[in-house]
């Protein structure tokens, strides 16, 4: 039984989605004005994590993870290069796309880009105001905190104690927050009925999330820094406009990558991007290390504690090649093999229980040098061929659930996709071969064996054309 820790309730949770057929997910993504860097992965192999498990246990998963790239941030580096503001965004949105694919991170179903979505976005700030939650002012439009009852309800801050969250005259209280923002010189700009500007950060989510999910969904994340004021804002302009509540059912936090003190953060000029640790360690080595702290814990960055990691990943690696070339003629179980296999087994379900307890990756990487250590004292010694095969099998979770060890195995993923190519290729010819003959019977029968697994088939004039079906 899977249990998540759900920010807005401040407990853990038994997971339950709002359909059991598909699980929405909600990652808030990168505001594309630099390089990506490995505070950001920490975020984003940890929701790599969760999603992969979800799917482990069966679940389909619809994951979406925006891209901000329109903000203060992009403006003001491409006004200080003297660049469009596009440019500035797609070679870092670019970067972001690369850094995910090193660490071996799922891609996403859909990455929205704010500037795509500005329909939606005025659409939503219109119907605010219509509801009375909104107002504007000198061409701003600002959300009124106090109009929203349930206001710091995720943060758990009450909203006498927060700070003005943005700039702008005209604002009914210090608290209230942009939902539009007039354009200033040299600045890009929309039109919109309050004349042109651009959307505030906080909207955009609501925008972007409501047409790819729903206007209530399952899951919604970020690093922890995002709690307030980013999405308790999401919150209060999404109720206030769906009237769903709640709008969202799991909200996901991830603890922060920290240098020192101080958490990782462009602003603080100490960031360690993606692309220069990976020039030094490897990707797997580096996603290894970010699972091995537990995704709601801060975490901070030591070299030597990567480099530690490092090594014992190598180590099961090595351990993993080593079972894989065990070979052995009398493959029968011995009453030793079933001892053996049984420990393995305990092993398994210690493994799966740590990552059913909140995604417990510490824990379960800890069951997995578990393995590895029975693995080179009992296994390996002893040929033992089904024990070894019982092992891998371990391994090759762990592989899917944590997306790591794909050195070991990605090959062999590739492989078997090469062998079932060839195999529907070789159907394929041997019912070429019976329509020429005209024994239509056969052709037929093997055709609709292909369609039932999800593959189609295109009868050309000269030769038959094939594909997967999409799901």
Not at 336 to 358: H, P, Q, T, V
Not at 368 to 396: C, G, M, Q, W
Request: proline share 3%.
């Amino acid at each position: 039984m899977f249990k998540i820790y759900n920010t807005l309730t401040s407990r853990k949770e038994v997971f339950k989605p709002l359909n059991r057929s598909l699980v929405r997910m909600y990652v808030c993504g990168p505001t594309v004005y630099d390089k990506t860097h490995i505070g950001h992965a920490k975020a984003y192999v940890a929701f790599d994590v969760l999603r992969r498990y979800l799917e482990f246990k069966g679940y389909n998963v619809l994951k979406v993870v925006n891209i901000t790239d329109i903000d203060d941030k992009i403006i003001r580096k491409s006004i200080e290069l003297k660049v469009d503001y596009r440019e500035i965004a797609d070679k870092y949105c670019k970067d972001f796309m690369e850094a995910c694919e090193k660490l071996n991170i799922k891609r996403a179903h859909i990455y929205p880009k704010a500037t795509e979505h500005i329909e939606e976005i005025i659409n939503i700030i219109k119907e605010l105001i219509e509801k009375g939650y909104a107002y504007e002012s000198d061409g701003n439009v600002y959300f009124d905190v106090k109009k929203f009852k349930d206001y710091g309800k995720l943060s758990k801050i009450n909203v006498e104690q927060v700070k003005p969250q943005d700039e702008g005259v005209g604002k009914r209280n210090p608290q209230d927050f942009a939902l539009w923002k007039k354009a200033k010189p040299m600045e890009p700009y929309w039109d919109s009925p309050w004349g042109p500007g651009r959307p505030g950060w906080h909207i955009e989510c609501s925008a972007m999330s409501s047409k790819y999910l729903g206007k209530q969904f399952d899951i919604h994340g970020g690093g922890e820094d995002l709690i307030f004021p980013h999405h308790e804002n999401e919150i209060a302009q999404s109720e206030a406009c769906f009237n769903k509540t709640p709008w969202v059912k799991y909200w996901i936090h991830v603890g922060l990558l920290m240098m020192g003190k101080d958490k990782m953060s462009k602003s603080y000029g100490n960031i360690i991007t993606v692309e220069e640790i990976t020039s030094k360690y490897s990707p797997m080595k580096v996603r290894f290390y970010l699972i091995s702290g537990h995704y709601r814990s801060q975490m901070v960055f030591q070299e030597e504690n990567l480099e530690a990691t490092g090594a014992a990943y190598e180590r099961i690696l090595n351990t993993i090649s080593t079972l894989k070339s065990i070979s052995t003629i009398d493959v029968k179980v011995k009453d030793s093999s079933l001892k053996r296999i049984m420990n393995i087994g305990r092993i398994r379900r210690r493994f799966l229980e740590a990552l059913d307890d909140d995604l417990n990756t510490p824990k379960a990487i800890a069951e997995l040098h578990s393995l590895t250590n029975f693995a080179n004292d009992e296994i390996i010694p002893n040929e033992d061929y089904p024990a070894a095969r019982i092992a891998l099998k371990v391994y090759e979770d762990a592989y899917r659930i944590l997306g790591v060890f794909k050195e070991v195995f990605e090959e062999e993923e590739v492989r078997e996709d090469k062998k079932l190519y060839e195999l529907v290729n070789l159907l394929v010819t041997v019912r070429q071969i019976h329509r020429s003959r005209r024994e239509w019977e056969v052709a037929d029968l093997i055709a609709r064996g292909l369609r039932s697994l999800g593959i189609e088939l295109s009868d050309q004039k000269d030769k038959t054309i094939w594909w997967f079906k999409s799901t």
